[in-house]
């Protein structure tokens, strides 16, 4: 069964530094997502993205966080600047129309540990 | 705004219990529902959905059917293993607040003992 790839399982960086996280999307799939879910709390949606450019965020993806799709294949997410209060798991998912009628296929997640 | 409220764990059954886990929801039109199951050390897998009211969605033995007179939509299983330990997450999504966000419940984590 076809599956969403994300990289590494597991970082851990200095606050302040910038950290990429990446997603392999599967292939078919034309819409992708980030969550994330801080310890112990729910999981949030961040980012959705669609034809190359984001459809939706939350309030939470300020100008810290950005996401791309460089090279058709991977979709990352990029935090500039991390917090602590950036610790968490995020997941990225992907489908292959919208949500609402599909659901999403998650990646198995990174763990971001900001130190 | 659209809110999904789930029954507190952590849950603790015998193996072959039943298993009823309670979400309720609040949507200002008519939302998908889903159920999402968290495995230790796991990214969160789509169990089951249902896009529509009397709609039952159901995988793996787990079932739950989309009440829109009580906005609900109740796990259930007739007899858990322990395979079933993890943490299970409502969720809903609307197109009428938006096509791409699903707003998920806080988790009920479950333990199935031998």
């Known amino acids: 069964e076809p599956e969403v790839t994300q990289t590494p399982s597991h970082q851990v960086t200095q606050m302040g530094q910038e950290v990429i996280l990446r997603c392999v999307p599967i292939?078919?799939?034309?819409?992708f997502y980030w969550y994330r879910q801080i310890l112990g709390q729910k999981v949030e949606f961040l980012v959705s993205?669609?034809?190359?450019?984001?459809?939706?965020k939350s309030e939470i993806f300020d100008d810290q966080f950005s996401v791309e799709r460089p090279d058709g294949s991977n979709f990352t997410l990029k935090i500039r600047s991390t917090k602590l209060e950036d610790s968490a798991m995020y997941f990225c998912?992907?489908?292959?129309?919208?949500?609402?009628?599909?659901?999403?296929?998650f990646g198995s997640g990174t763990r971001l540990t900001v130190v | 705004g659209d809110s999904v409220t789930q029954m507190e764990g952590p849950v603790t059954l015998s193996e072959e219990a039943f298993l009823t886990i309670n979400c309720t929801y609040t949507?200002?039109?008519?939302?998908?529902l889903f159920w999402y199951v968290q495995y230790p050390g796991e990214g969160l897998q789509l169990l089951l959905k249902?896009?529509?009211?009397?709609d039952k969605g159901s995988n793996k033995g787990f079932e739950a059917t989309y009440r829109k007179e009580t906005t609900s939509f109740h796990l259930e299983k007739g007899s858990v293993q322990v395979s079933d330990s993890a943490v299970y997450f409502c969720?809903?999504?609307?197109?009428?607040?938006?096509?791409?966000?699903?707003?998920f419940g806080p988790g009920t984590s479950l333990s199935v003992i031998p």
């Open positions: 998912a992907s489908t292959k129309g919208r949500a609402p009628l599909y659901g999403y296929t």
């Open positions: 292939s078919n799939h034309l819409y």
């Open positions: 993205f669609y034809n190359n450019e984001i459809s939706e």
């Open positions: 949507a200002t039109g008519y939302p998908s």
């Open positions: 249902a896009t529509k009211a009397d």
């Open positions: 969720a809903l999504s609307e197109v009428a607040t938006s096509y791409d966000k699903v707003i």
